[in-house]
C-alpha cells in the first residue's frame, strides 16, 4: 500500500502527523513518535504574548485589549508559567531537527498584527520545515464587524508569510462567518494549507469559588463531524493543503477526514491517552480498509466524498439537517 501523501509541499510517509502538544518538548519521546509511524511532528505554540513578554525585557503585563483595569496583567500566564520560552523554543527545535528524520513544523499562535510575528523567521532559521500558524481568537468586542477581525487576521498571516520561505498553514476557528471565503483569501494571500480545527476551550464556573474554572477536555471521535463537514466543503476550492485536526481517534477516523479531503490528519488526543504506539494500529487499520475497498494509495480516495460531486451543496446540507430533524419520533 502507498501512504504518501504531501502537505505543505512536504513529501510524507503517511497522512497522520502529531498535531501541536507536549508531546515535542521531549526530544525522546518525539522519537518514539516517529519510530511508531509518525510521518511529521508539529510542536506545542509559541504565544504572542510569549514573545511581546520577553521582548518587553520580560516584563509580566502584555498590551491587549482586555488590559482596561488593573487586574487584567493576572489574566495571563506568568513568563515562567509557560513550557518553553522563546529562545528555547528555537533550540528545541534544532534539537528535533538533529534527532529525527521527519519534518519538523513549529506553531506560532497569535491574532494581532505586530513585531512578534518575526519569530516565524526565527524558527525558520532553527530549521523548521514549516510554521503552522494558530489563529485563536474569540470574537467578544460587540462593536467590532467579522470583516474588520478578519482583516487583521489576514494581515498577521501575510506578515508571518512576508517573513519566511518555508509554507504556512493557518489553523482556522469553526466560528468565523464564512469559513469558505476565509479560506479562500488566505491561499490568495499566500497561505500553504488550512488546519480544521483550533479546540476553543470551554470554561465551566466554580459555583462556589464564583470563579471561571479552565478546564481542557481530550476530544473523542465526535468532534471529527465538524470537521468532515468543512473539510468536504473546501477541499474541491483549495489548491493548497488540508489537515483535520481534532477528533481522529481511529483507523476509520483518519480514513473519513482524507475521504472528506485531508492531505494529513492531525493526532493528540488520542496520543495523550493510549502513547505512540496507537499511530501502528492506526496505519494497519488503514492498510485493511484500503485493502477490501480496492485502493492501493491514499491518493486514490483523497476527496472521494467532498461536495465537488453535488452540484448544490447548500441545499444537500439542507437537506441532510431536514432528513436528521425528522428521523424521531416520540
Given at each position: 500500500?502507498?501512504?504518501?501523501?504531501?502537505?505543505?509541499?512536504?513529501?510524507?510517509?503517511?497522512?497522520?502527523?502529531?498535531?501541536?502538544?507536549?508531546?515535542?518538548?521531549?526530544?525522546?519521546?518525539?522519537?518514539?513518535?516517529?519510530?511508531?509511524?509518525?510521518?511529521?511532528?508539529?510542536?506545542?505554540?509559541?504565544?504572542?504574548?510569549?514573545?511581546?513578554?520577553?521582548?518587553?525585557?520580560?516584563?509580566?503585563?502584555?498590551e491587549t485589549p482586555a488590559e482596561s483595569n488593573p487586574e487584567a496583567t493576572s489574566f495571563f500566564?506568568?513568563?515562567?508559567?509557560?513550557?518553553?520560552?522563546?529562545?528555547?523554543?528555537?533550540?528545541?527545535?534544532?534539537?528535533?531537527?538533529?534527532?529525527?528524520?521527519?519534518?519538523?513544523?513549529?506553531?506560532?499562535?497569535?491574532?494581532?498584527?505586530?513585531?512578534?510575528?518575526?519569530?516565524?523567521?526565527?524558527?525558520?532559521?532553527?530549521?523548521?520545515?514549516?510554521?503552522?500558524?494558530?489563529l485563536y481568537q474569540l470574537a467578544t468586542d460587540p462593536t467590532m464587524a467579522?470583516?474588520?477581525?478578519?482583516?487583521?487576521?489576514?494581515?498577521?498571516?501575510?506578515?508571518?508569510i512576508g517573513c519566511v520561505r518555508i509554507p504556512v498553514a493557518v489553523k482556522l476557528s469553526p466560528f468565523h462567518t464564512t469559513p469558505a471565503h476565509f479560506a479562500v483569501a488566505l491561499e490568495k494571500i499566500g497561505a500553504s494549507g488550512a488546519v480544521l480545527f483550533n479546540r476553543f476551550y470551554q470554561p465551566d464556573f466554580d459555583i462556589e469559588q464564583l470563579e471561571v474554572s479552565p478546564h481542557l477536555k481530550l476530544s473523542d471521535s465526535s468532534e471529527l463531524l465538524l470537521r468532515l463537514r468543512w473539510?468536504?466543503?473546501?477541499?474541491?476550492?483549495?489548491?493548497?493543503?488540508?489537515?483535520?485536526s481534532g477528533g481522529v481517534h481511529d483507523a476509520a477516523d483518519a480514513v473519513k477526514a482524507i475521504l472528506a479531503g485531508a492531505h494529513a490528519v492531525q493526532l493528540v488526543s488520542v496520543l495523550l491517552k493510549h502513547g505512540p504506539h496507537l499511530i501502528t494500529s492506526m496505519l494497519s487499520g488503514m492498510e485493511q480498509w484500503m485493502g477490501e475497498h480496492g485502493y492501493v494509495s491514499v491518493s486514490e480516495f483523497r476527496g472521494a466524498m467532498n461536495l465537488a460531486r453535488c452540484p448544490d451543496p447548500g441545499a444537500f446540507e439542507r437537506a441532510n439537517y431536514q432528513k436528521i430533524l425528522q428521523s424521531w419520533r416520540v
Open positions: 500500500m502507498d501512504f504518501t501523501t504531501t502537505y505543505l509541499g512536504l513529501k510524507l510517509a503517511n497522512p497522520l502527523i502529531i498535531g501541536a502538544s507536549p508531546f515535542c518538548d521531549n526530544t525522546e519521546v518525539a522519537l518514539k513518535l516517529q519510530d511508531a509511524g509518525a510521518a511529521a511532528v508539529v510542536m506545542r505554540s509559541l504565544f504572542e504574548e510569549q514573545i511581546d513578554a520577553e521582548q518587553l525585557a520580560l516584563r509580566h503585563h502584555v500566564p506568568n513568563f515562567s508559567e509557560y513550557q518553553l520560552v522563546p529562545d528555547q523554543y528555537l533550540r528545541q527545535i534544532e534539537n528535533l531537527k538533529q534527532a529525527l528524520a521527519i519534518p519538523v513544523i513549529a506553531s506560532l499562535n497569535g491574532t494581532r498584527p505586530g513585531g512578534w510575528t518575526d519569530y516565524a523567521r526565527r524558527c525558520e532559521s532553527a530549521g523548521a520545515d514549516a510554521i503552522e500558524l494558530n467579522a470583516d474588520e477581525l478578519e482583516a487583521d487576521l489576514l494581515e498577521t498571516v501575510s506578515m508571518v473539510l468536504a466543503v473546501l477541499s474541491p476550492h483549495l489548491k493548497g493543503s488540508l489537515a483535520a
